[in-house]
């Protein structure tokens, strides 16, 4: 776009009048949609989760390390994975309290990734535990489809957040190049001027 | 050969729009909410109408973006998302007055004008005294982000028809502004 047109862009743009109270309201509920505002009793009642989750971790924490030594190993590891969800689930809490607002998006993740890792660990364990008969058997193979599956989920997603951060960084370096170009071009000595 | 550094830009947001960064997408709302707004308001009767349809154009861009497979494409994209929000808004009566525009025929792309407009003012106030389909074409003409074949995927029309109507436009635009000139 030449300079001539861009100005008649910009010139076509600021003509187009706006009420600002209609603008004020659009603002509003555009972040209303991104970011839902919590009010004094949900906001307290995220403080409440997030000290439950907090608790429950230092419950679990403990049984992790204070259970008897005839305990099945791998229930110590279920309390120890049970710790860390209750730090993250408390942690995740006490941020939505500070920030006084859910964000849609960020959170909507936060919350669908604890939702994915909880039955992958409980039917883990039970896989773990089954007991060595066909009733065993048939609780391994259905929880080997479920992990099959919650593993395709997770390759995918992180295969993606890969491809994603690669061409993220690819065009970087593009804009790098183009950036040294034109350093380039404006520190070239002009031609000489024929002379008359 | 390089790429403009600006298209470079544009494509590392959509990026970061991808991979859920909530700072691109407020960038990217900042970044094209005055054309899409312009673009919008040409399409729909009132600004109350263009305010809703912009918000309804965020929520499909916010819920879409993930599907956006080529970051190049995000000026013709996001033309279509706001145009779909705004037939779903207004659909009737669009439809009523893009049918007037059929009867357009692929010979005036030849009496195609060249002559650049020079007062925008006076461009902004003379959109809207034509019909509607020729207003949305032209306004996307003096937006600039795409060309006329993107501009032809947007309107889902041919590419000839993008021409002849493109170029009908301009000449009844021009003979509106003529006609304001006249009654100064």
């Known amino acids: 776009m030449n300079e001539t047109n861009r100005v008649f862009r910009q010139q076509l743009l600021d003509a187009e009048q706006v009420t600002p109270a209609l603008k004020d309201r659009y603002h509003k509920e555009l972040q209303a949609m991104l970011e839902e505002q919590l009010t004094g009793m949900r906001r307290w009642i995220w403080l409440a989760a997030a000290i439950m989750g907090l608790g429950f971790a230092v419950g679990f924490g403990t049984l992790a390390v204070v259970a008897p030594a005839e305990f099945p190993w791998w229930w110590r590891l279920v309390f120890a994975v049970g710790a860390l969800f209750g730090i993250g689930f408390g942690l995740l809490g006490l941020k939505v309290f500070r920030r006084g607002a859910l964000d849609l998006k960020r959170d909507s993740w936060a919350y669908s990734g604890t939702a994915w890792a909880i039955p992958v660990l409980v039917v883990t364990v039970a896989m773990v535990s089954a007991p060595e008969n066909v009733v065993g058997l048939r609780m391994i193979l259905s929880g080997l489809v479920f992990l099959v599956m919650g593993a395709v989920f997770l390759i995918r997603h992180v295969v993606e957040q890969s491809e994603l951060k690669t061409r993220e960084k690819l065009l970087e370096i593009e804009y790098r190049l183009a950036e040294l170009a034109d350093r380039i071009q404006l520190e070239r000595p002009m031609p000489p001027t024929s002379r008359a | ?184």
Request: aromatic residues 8%; hydrophobic residues 40%; neutral net charge.
């Open chain 2, 1 to 184: 050969m390089l790429r403009d550094k600006q298209v470079i830009l544009q494509e590392l947001l959509v990026l970061r729009c991808k991979r859920g960064e909530r700072q691109a997408f407020d960038e990217l709302v900042r970044q094209w909410e005055g054309r899409l707004l312009y673009y919008v308001r040409r399409l729909v009767a009132t600004e109350g109408d263009a305010w809703d349809v912009m918000q309804e154009t965020w929520l499909r861009v916010c819920k879409g973006i993930r599907s956006l497979d080529s970051p190049d494409r995000l000026a013709t994209w996001l033309y279509q998302v706001s145009r779909c929000a705004a037939l779903t808004h207004w659909r009737g009566h669009y439809r009523a007055h893009a049918r007037l525009e059929e009867g357009e025929k692929l010979e005036e792309i030849a009496a195609e004008e060249t002559k650049p407009f020079e007062d925008a003012e006076r461009v902004h106030r003379a959109l809207g005294c034509v019909s509607l389909a020729h207003r949305e074409v032209l306004t996307l003409f003096f937006l600039e982000d795409l060309s006329q074949e993107q501009m032809a995927e947007v309107l889902g029309i041919p590419l000839g028809t993008v021409k002849s109507r493109l170029s009908y436009a301009k000449r009844t635009l021009r003979s509106v502004l003529q006609q304001e000139e006249g009654c100064l």
